[in-house]
Nanobody, 116 residues
Framework: QVQLVESGGGLVQAGGSLRLSCAAS????????MGWYRQAPGKQRELVAV???????NYVDSVKGRFTISRDNAKNTVYLQMTRLKPEDTAVYYC??????????WGQGTQVTVSS
């Protein structure tokens, strides 16, 4: 069982920055591929960024060059640094933990609102 708790969301003006954090507990954090997803009102949840156990990262095209995902296995935490935010980045952001040999886990979500 893994518990994921996101923090760091909020209201920011377009062009601003936020850093989301996701603290994990309950299992061996380092074995999980970690990801950030987001869901805007009326839209499906989409993958924003992932980081593998080896540290390889991947991003959806719309955030490349603006967002950076990172992980600190010693702190059981994954981060999403978001810069040059746009109104279309407004969504609830969810943390995800995935391991091929077990269930995946989700956090409760944190709201990010970007005003124009």
């Amino acid at each position: 069982q893994v518990q994921l708790v996101e923090s760091g969301g909020g209201l920011v003006q377009a062009g601003g920055s936020l850093r989301l954090s996701c603290a994990a507990s309950g299992s061996i954090f380092s074995i999980y591929r970690m990801g950030w997803y987001r869901q805007a009102p009326g839209k499906q949840r989409e993958l924003v960024a992932v980081i593998t156990t080896a540290g390889t990262t991947n991003y959806v095209d719309s955030v490349k060059g603006r967002f950076t995902i990172s992980r600190d296995n010693a702190k059981n935490t994954v981060y999403l640094q978001m810069t040059r935010l746009k109104p279309e980045d407004t969504a609830v952001y969810y943390c995800n933990a995935f391991w091929s040999y077990g269930p995946e886990y989700w956090g409760q979500g944190t709201q990010v609102t970007v005003s124009s």
